[in-house]
């Protein structure tokens, strides 16, 4: 038995990233066929490795990211649902999970299980302000009220999110995400997504690359490596292969 390699690691990462980045720009299509190449490669290293529990980790992700990109189009709720049940499997205590299946749910016209598995996600993790956003959709038609309330909570925690979101459900939401000059890489790395992709602010690749390059320069894996896309295709810095 053969322990994966670090160059494995880098690939499952390099090819989750570039799912995000997909995804980051609407191309939900794009960014599956990069999620289930990355759990392709976790599935194989797991018949060598069944007790590793990084890989573990990693194929959890994996589900719920090919869940997630499959289930922006209705038309593929079939193949979410298939991911989300096999997540489930996987972790019953894991509040992204919970949320990916109250989503597929709710697309599935389940009304009551998509509320039930949003409260359960919103319990397990309160921090993830998401949540709260999403059950505010689920009871805009059912109890006004509480979906209110819930808007409320959200506008509380993070101000413009409710219109910045537009009525798509949510899987996270960085708190920081409003921030103009956030120090912190990882929120880096997410500004230069809102800023390719134009959601809340306007579209400026230019502006992409200046927040990813911030990120990299602190190490951030993820904008090392798209920023490196980035410079391969001129988008928002001179081309340099």
């Known amino acids: 038995m053969s322990s994966p390699s ?9 090819r989750v990233s570039s799912g995000d980045a997909y995804l980051a720009q609407d191309n ?5 066929q990069e999620y289930h190449s990355a ?3 976790v599935e194989s290293a797991l018949k060598d490795n069944p007790s590793d529990a990084h890989l573990s980790e ?8 090919c869940g997630w990109s499959l289930c922006q189009n209705p038309d593929e709720v079939d193949r979410a649902f298939t991911y989300s049940s ?7 205590t ?14 599935m016209g389940c009304p009551e299980k998509a509320l039930q598995n949003m409260q359960l996600a919103e319990d397990l993790d309160k921090e993830n302000i998401a949540y709260a956003y999403n059950l505010s959709l689920l009871y805009a038609e059912t109890d006004s009220a509480k979906a209110a309330s819930y808007r409320d909570k959200v506008e509380k925690n993070c101000p413009g999110l409710c219109a910045k979101a537009g009525g798509k459900f949510l899987l996270e ?13 990882e929120e880096q790395y997410n500004l230069g997504k809102k800023y390719i992709n134009g959601d809340g602010v306007e579209q400026d690749y230019q502006k992409t690359a200046e927040w990813w390059t911030k990120a990299a320069e602190q190490g951030d894996a993820d904008a090392q490596y798209i920023l490196g896309a980035c410079y391969e295709n001129g988008n928002g810095v001179p081309q340099d292969y």
Do not use: G, M, W
Request: aromatic fraction near 6%; hydrophobic fraction near 40%.
């Open 6 to 14: 670090d160059e494995l690691f880098t690939e499952i990462t390099r």
């Open 39 to 41: 759990l392709r490669l």
């Open 173 to 185: 939401v960085l708190q920081n995400a409003d921030s103009e000059n956030p120090t912190d890489a």
């Open 58 to 65: 990693l194929k959890l992700t994996c589900l719920i990211k």
């Open 94 to 107: 894991s509040a992204a999970v919970r949320c990916l299946h109250a989503v597929v749910c709710s697309t």
């Open 28 to 32: 939900s299509s794009q960014s599956y």
């Open 86 to 92: 096999a997540a489930l499997k996987l972790s019953f």
